[in-house]
């Protein structure tokens, strides 16, 4: 079994709908969650991180922690074209760079349709 | 201020070969990492350098892959002799300071390496 599990997708959107991106995990170690964006031929780039439970909100997005549950999501909101990307979650037990492996998902492809 | 650059952005070698993919970090940056995704499969740690010290090797598949830090400024992660299953995207990452918390990473766009 994976130690995080995100559909692949592809998901398509129309343009202002609001997306729902998903992971669960099973390492209940992980504290640390995090939301990269992708785009294509480009490198991942953090978009949202979050420490525990809880939730976090920046401008259009919202990450969601549920430890008890080991299931993080991303809600964009008023979704754009220019969102479409690759998302993947990731997340660490550690939040020390000197000891740190971030664990990734295989990514979600999002397309929001103009 | 440039970001994480990477060369060359693709390869594409027959097995057997040697390749050596380049990493320049963003200048300052101590920590260095380097990931690799194979076709259809999550991004995987491989290695951590601070400065110019090895710190986290790990994730290295096997001793046909070679990473160096000359002088803690750039890096090189050379595959001698490359594989078929070798082929992926191999992403360099910095972040700054040493015990400086992992969610602060800059990753370069990564070289798209093909083993025929």
């Known amino acids: 079994q994976k130690e995080v599990e995100q559909d692949p997708g592809p998901l398509s959107v129309p343009e202002g709908a609001i997306v729902s991106l998903n992971c669960t995990y099973s390492n209940s170690a992980f504290q640390y969650f995090m939301w990269y964006r992708q785009y294509s031929r480009k490198g991942p780039e953090l978009l949202m991180y979050?420490?525990?439970?809880g939730n976090k909100e920046d401008g259009r997005f919202t990450a969601q922690v549920d430890k008890s549950s080991k299931y993080i999501s991303l809600f964009i909101r008023d979704s754009q074209p220019s969102d479409s990307a690759t998302y993947l979650c990731a997340m660490s037990a550690v939040r020390s760079s000197s000891a740190s492996k971030i664990i990734f998902g295989s990514g979600t492809r999002l397309s929001i349709r103009p | 201020e440039a970001g994480v650059t990477q060369f060359p952005s693709h390869s594409v070698i027959e097995k057997g070969q040697t390749v050596t993919l380049r990493c320049d970090p963003i200048?300052?940056?101590?920590?260095l990492y380097w990931y690799r995704r194979v076709m259809g499969k999550e991004i995987k740690f491989l290695l951590h350098?601070?400065?110019?010290?090895?710190?986290?090797e790990s994730g290295m598949p096997n001793n046909r892959f070679l990473a160096e830090r000359t002088g803690g400024t750039y890096s090189t992660l050379k595959v001698q002799p490359a594989e078929l299953e070798d082929s992926g995207v191999y992403f360099c990452?910095?972040?700054?300071?040493?015990?400086?918390?992992?969610?602060?990473?800059?990753f370069g766009s990564g070289t798209q390496l093909s083993v025929l």
């Open positions: 990452a910095s972040s700054p300071h040493e015990g400086t918390t992992n969610e602060k990473l800059f």
């Open positions: 979050t420490y525990s439970s």
């Open positions: 350098f601070v400065k110019e010290s090895k710190q986290d």
């Open positions: 200048s300052g940056h101590d920590n």
